[in-house]
C-alpha cells in the first residue's frame, strides 16, 4: 500500500473539533478513513452522506434525532458529506452540545461541501486536502530517488491516482482513467449543477486539455461553445471547485507590460487530462510533452507546499513583449521564480525584464534531472 502523507489522523482529530477533508472521488479517502478506523481505540460510527436515514438525521436540526444517532460514540464519522442537505448545521450541533465528540468529514466538492460546513463550523474545524498521490508519498515508497525517477513518463502518462499505480498493464491503466472521468469526475459536476449537456462539458475540457501552459481566452472559449461568458466562468469555477482542473493567474507588481487579465488552467492528474483526450500514446511520439510537464510540475508543486504548510501564492508571469516564466512563488517576502524544460540545449536564463524589475527574486530551471527536490523537498 502507498503510504499517504496524513497516514496518522490522530493528531488532526480531537475533541469538539470537525476534521474535513476535501478532495476528488477515488483518491484514497475512503481508505484513509478505514485505515485509521482500523487502529482507533475510539468508539466510534461510520456512515455515507449517500444514506437518505443519514442525510434526515443530520439535515434535520432536530436535537434528539441528532443525539440518538450519536448515541454514546466518541468519533463520527460522515463520507461524502456533502450529499446531505445543511450538514454543517447538524455537526454544529454535535460539536456545541456534545463538546468530547470528535467529528470526521469528507467530501468530493469543496464548493458544496464547504457551502454546508464553512459558516456553522467557523472555529470548530480543521480542513486538509487529500490529493492524487504525491511525488513526496512515492518517495516514501520507492525509498530513493533513482527508481522515482524511472517512473517518471508513466506519471506524465497516466497520473498518480491510486488505482492507476496500483494497474499493471497500460491496458488497465488506460481502462481505469477512461471510467474514472465518465463514471466519477463528470457525473459529480453533472449532478452538482443539474448540467444538461454532458458535451458542452466535455468539449469545455477539451479545449482547457488543449491550452495546458496558455493564457486561457474565456471569450474565445464562449465562442467556440455557444456560452456567454458567465457561463464560462461559472463552470471553470465548478471544474476547479470538484478538483478536476487547478487556475493560475498572472503575476504582476511594476510593469504596465505584465499580462494579469487572463488566467491558465491546469489539471489536477496528468491522466485525467489525457482520458479527456483519449491519447495515452508514448512520449516519444507526442507533440505536448512539454505541457505535460508543465501539468505535472505545477499541480506536484501544489501538493508539496499544500501537505508541508508552506503557505504563500503562486502565479505565472508573461509580458506582452512575450517574455515569460512558468511558475512564480511569492512567500516569505520573497519572490522565486522557476522555469520548466523538459530538454534543452542551453540553460535558460531568467528574462532580463523580470531580473530589472526584481533584481532579489531568485530564478530556477525546473528539468528531469531536478526535479525530486522540487516536488519532495529532499
Not at 140 to 152: A, E, I, R, S
Not at 232 to 246: A, S
Request: glycine share 6%; net charge neutral.
Amino acid at each position: 500500500m502507498i503510504p499517504r502523507y496524513y497516514d496518522n489522523l490522530d493528531q488532526l482529530v480531537k475533541p469538539g473539533k470537525a476534521l474535513v477533508i476535501y478532495g476528488p472521488r477515488q483518491v484514497g479517502k475512503t481508505t484513509l478513513l478505514k485505515n485509521y478506523l482500523s487502529k482507533t481505540p475510539l468508539k466510534y460510527r461510520s456512515d455515507s452522506g449517500d444514506s437518505l436515514v443519514v442525510q434526515d438525521v443530520l439535515g434535520s436540526q432536530d436535537f434528539e434525532a441528532i443525539f440518538r444517532y450519536v448515541g454514546d460514540n466518541e468519533l463520527i464519522v460522515i463520507d461524502e458529506a456533502q450529499e446531505i442537505p445543511n450538514v454543517g448545521m447538524g455537526l454544529k450541533i454535535i460539536i456545541d452540545q456534545r463538546p468530547n465528540v470528535r467529528i470526521i468529514a469528507t467530501g468530493s466538492s469543496s464548493f458544496d461541501l464547504a457551502r454546508n460546513v464553512g459558516e456553522p463550523l467557523v472555529g470548530r474545524k480543521t480542513t486538509i486536502h487529500l490529493y492524487p498521490i504525491a511525488q513526496l508519498e512515492l518517495l516514501k515508497q520507492v525509498g530513493n530517488q533513482f527508481d522515482l525517477m524511472q517512473k517518471l513518463t508513466d506519471y506524465l502518462i497516466f497520473g498518480t491516482y491510486p488505482d492507476t499505480l496500483n494497474a499493471i498493464s497500460r491496458e488497465d491503466k488506460t481502462a481505469y482513467l477512461m471510467e474514472l472521468v465518465d463514471s466519477y469526475l463528470l457525473k459529480d459536476i453533472l449532478a452538482l449543477d443539474k448540467v444538461k449537456s454532458p458535451k458542452a462539458l466535455r468539449d469545455l475540457l477539451k479545449l482547457l486539455a488543449l491550452q495546458i501552459g496558455n493564457e486561457v481566452s474565456l471569450n474565445e472559449i464562449g465562442q467556440k461553445l455557444g456560452w456567454d461568458l458567465k457561463t464560462v466562468e461559472r463552470y471553470l469555477d465548478l471544474l476547479e471547485q470538484c478538483f478536476i482542473i487547478v487556475r493560475l493567474g498572472g503575476f504582476s507588481r511594476n510593469l504596465r507590460s505584465e499580462i494579469t487579465r487572463k488566467s491558465k488552467y491546469y489539471f489536477l492528474d496528468n491522466g485525467v487530462r489525457n482520458a479527456i483526450l483519449q491519447q495515452f500514446n508514448a512520449l516519444d511520439v507526442r507533440n505536448d510533452v512539454g505541457a505535460l510537464w508543465e501539468n505535472f510540475l505545477v499541480v506536484e508543486r501544489m501538493k508539496y507546499r499544500s501537505y508541508t504548510k508552506q503557505y504563500g501564492s503562486s502565479y505565472f508571469w508573461r509580458t506582452y513583449g512575450q517574455q515569460e516564466i512558468d511558475l512564480i512563488e511569492d512567500y516569505d517576502g520573497t519572490l522565486h521564480g522557476y522555469e520548466f524544460k523538459w530538454s534543452y540545449t542551453k540553460i535558460p536564463k531568467a528574462p532580463q525584464e523580470w531580473v530589472s524589475a526584481y533584481p532579489d527574486s531568485s530564478f530556477e530551471v525546473i528539468n528531469s534531472n531536478n526535479f525530486v527536490r522540487f516536488v519532495t523537498g529532499v
